[in-house]
């Protein structure tokens, strides 16, 4: 709990995966992918309550051996690859009427700490926040991005003057996918985390790595054995 509110944690973890079969459960070092983030959730201060919400049998199994609780199996059409992320998430809160705060942990984040799960709620809830979402600072600037057309031609993706100086750039930040925390009633009203009044909890970039390829596997492994 954090100021007498109780906090749901859902780990949403669907069985399909293109880039990587099977990926949140394949072995990360010594666990499972989604075993990291299981491993931190139960570390936090303020959450009350802990659930994977999964299609798929065998990642139930190895979430209860972890220590989490799967309440129910996900219908399939929550377990689609077009299927939006709000949905599971709003079918779980259907099970939990009782919880204010919902905090949303993907297992493609494994570098992400307790203390960055405790951050984004105590910010969110102690500021009287209806959202909070995670991000990182990056080197990307949105002013010197472009698309192709299909003449070839680059297209910027933001319209601006060139040439575009890089010290007249605003400092962009990305959302890293590690922690989403939002009020439950307005979660519900708005379907989404993110809103005109969304605040950012800032995480470090070493911290800040979201799984999607092998690649992004693999680094992880070299991160954890350095």
């Not at 394949?26 to 299609?55: C, G, N, Q, R, Y």
Request: aromatic share 10%; with cysteine; charged share 25%.
């Amino acid at each position: 709990m954090i100021n007498n509110y109780k906090v749901l944690a859902i780990v949403p973890a669907r069985g399909g995966s293109k880039g990587i079969p099977r990926k949140n459960i394949k072995m990360l070092i010594d666990k499972p992918l989604i075993a990291w983030t299981i491993e931190e959730a139960k570390k936090s201060k303020f959450i009350d309550k802990l659930i994977v919400s999964t299609d798929d049998t065998e990642i139930a199994k190895i979430s209860k051996e972890w220590g989490a609780e799967v309440p129910f199996l996900r219908p399939a059409e929550l377990a689609q690859d077009d299927t939006p992320g709000i949905d599971p998430i709003l079918h779980a809160l259907e099970y939990f009427p009782e919880y204010e705060y919902i905090v949303v942990l993907q297992p493609t984040s494994p570098l992400r700490l307790a203390e960055d799960i405790d951050g984004a709620i105590d910010l969110c809830v102690k500021n009287n926040h209806k959202f909070c979402v995670s991000v990182a600072e990056s080197k990307a600037i949105p002013e010197w991005m472009f698309h192709i057309n299909e003449q070839g031609i680059l297209k910027p993706i933001i319209n601006n003057n060139f040439p575009y100086q890089r010290q007249k750039a605003k400092k962009p930040f990305l959302l890293n996918g590690a922690v989403y925390v939002g009020q439950r009633e307005a979660l519900l009203k708005n379907r989404s985390f993110l809103s005109s009044e969304t605040i950012a909890y800032l995480m470090p970039k070493d911290r800040s790595i979201d799984i999607d390829d092998i690649n992004d596997f693999e680094w992880c492994e070299f991160f954890f054995k350095k």
